[in-house]
């Protein structure tokens, strides 16, 4: 059985948490020590690396919520699986539709300053007047 801290050290999780994790049920509650400490094992730290993983690819807690649900039923069809992994790819490539976006405005207003006088910079400029914008960020979520 593992404390909480060595689970967040084996998984890279800090002890917050996953303490958040336990208060909004993806982890479920642990068991108690006669002291009041809780204990994990191996069930516990192989849910919560799931959970890291997906973290890291970018799930949202809700979707990491509805794959543990659907990993909890393995004989059924894992299309929903791959309808959640799809339309998290979607929202990846979004994402980098929308800096891309930024990083040509970026390059452009970096291009055109002359490195002149701060009365004269191309970039304040640029941030100033909006309507100069190239890239629609604003409604991009960036």
């Known amino acids: ?8 050290k084996r998984t890279g999780t800090k002890v917050q948490t996953i303490r958040y994790y336990e208060q ?19 069930e516990e730290l192989d849910r919560l690396a799931f959970i890291r993983h997906s973290r890291q690819l ?16 393995p004989e059924r069809s894992c299309a929903e699986v791959d309808a959640i992994a799809q339309r998290q790819l ?24 002359d490195q002149g006088q701060m009365a004269d910079c191309r970039i304040l400029q640029v941030l100033r007047d909006h309507e100069e914008c190239l890239t629609d960020h604003d409604r991009g979520g960036a």
Request: contains cysteine.
């Open 90 to 113: 979607r929202e990846v490539e979004a994402r980098i539709g929308r800096l891309e976006a930024l990083r040509v405005e970026l390059r452009r207003m970096i291009g055109e300053c």
């Open 58 to 73: 970018g799930f949202s807690l809700e979707a990491i919520r509805e794959l543990l649900d659907l990993s909890d039923s």
């Open 24 to 42: 909004i049920g993806i982890m479920p509650e642990p068991g108690r020590s006669e002291g009041g400490q809780r204990r994990y094992g191996d």
């Open 1 to 8: 059985m593992l404390s909480i801290g060595t689970l967040a």
